[in-house]
């Protein structure tokens, strides 16, 4: 099955327990879509990802980007540098 | 021009260094220094004992190259550098630095506060803060204000 | 408190220790750098050999202070340093250099950009410029479009 | 008689070939006193004083400044420093 590449930081890291994940991709889906069926698997996330931007292959997107195999996909935490 | 994440101490020497040419007489320069009182979310001063900053490496040296591509749109002929340490960091030490050159010191100025407001907001790097109040005490991560959201 | 005019090349760091406190997380810095290229008095640029500064020094440094009182009164719970070289300056070298260390960043750049803006207008330091367009060449004292004028 | 003592600089020091020079003071005498009976003596200094500024004892003060015996009085060209 096609597969994209998930990356956790911050509190997303510390609640997953994970850096990064492979998740399956199935075609046509969205960084939305891949992110519902995240939360159902790690539902202490729901409350986090809510307000999460998005970035795909290390540039912002949004939850209607239409994700390719291979894809880097990121939910970041509010940010806090500087 | 320098742009980096980096686990070592910051050097604003070299950034400076690295936006000052012949034709740049004005350099302006922003450090941010961990703080031993910071306020909590109830607005009250905390007592921090040490920051511990997690970056997206690559993406954030991304977003940086990209802040660096617009201040050059708006302000023509500036040179930019900017560096933010990750890690563990104690009490009075850089967490960032950003240096601007510019021919004139007004643009130098607006560029420098344009380009670490615009990180403040945007680039994938988050900070947690060990902290006491005397009543209590814990980590926590700790968001800008700035910091864009999805709604 | 660092407000000093010095024939010794000037230290950033040494003025940025002097406003960081762990109260002040936010420092920004100017640093004045002698470029090759200025403008000449028909707005045409011309290449800068060196340059000479000369102060009036007792006077300086008292008008430096008040600029930093000032800073004091406007702005509260800043720190500020500033140095001036005189004497012979070649391209490249900072000729002056500001530090201001404040609680919050946006009031440390608006503090840094009163004080450079402040000494150019108003502190008794002068510049001698070496020049040559190429057709001419010859040593003028150049002043500050800010520079205060008895009208 | 008293003196008060004049400090020259950039051009200034340059037209009068002096970096200080003591210089007579009569009663009541304010710096813009002193000015004119030093363009009398200087009067290649005439045109650049025009602007000059006027310090006494290393605070700005005016030409209407009243002078004492001892004070140190600079005149000084428009500035250039940063």
Partial sequence: ?82 | MIIKITDQPLDLQELIADVTTEANGGVVAFLGVVRRWNDGPDGQPREVHWLEYEAYKDAAEEVMRDIARQVAEKWGLTSLAMAHRVGHLEIGEPAVAVAVGAPHRGVAFDACEFAIDTLKATVPIWKKESWETGADMGQSWVVNKESLQES
Avoid: I
């Avoid at chain 1, 992110?35 to 795909?56: F, I, R, T």
């Fill in chain 1, 1 to 82: 099955m096609d597969k994209v590449k998930l990356k956790f930081f911050a509190a997303f890291r510390e609640t997953t327990g994970q850096s990064e994940l492979d998740w399956p991709l199935a075609a046509g889906q969205t960084a939305g879509d891949v992110l519902e069926s995240l939360v159902v698997e790690y539902p202490a996330l729901s409350g986090g990802v809510k307000s999460a931007l998005v970035m795909v292959n290390r540039r912002y997107a949004t939850r209607q980007t239409a994700l390719q195999p291979g894809d880097e996909v990121a939910f970041l935490p509010p940010v806090g540098g500087g």
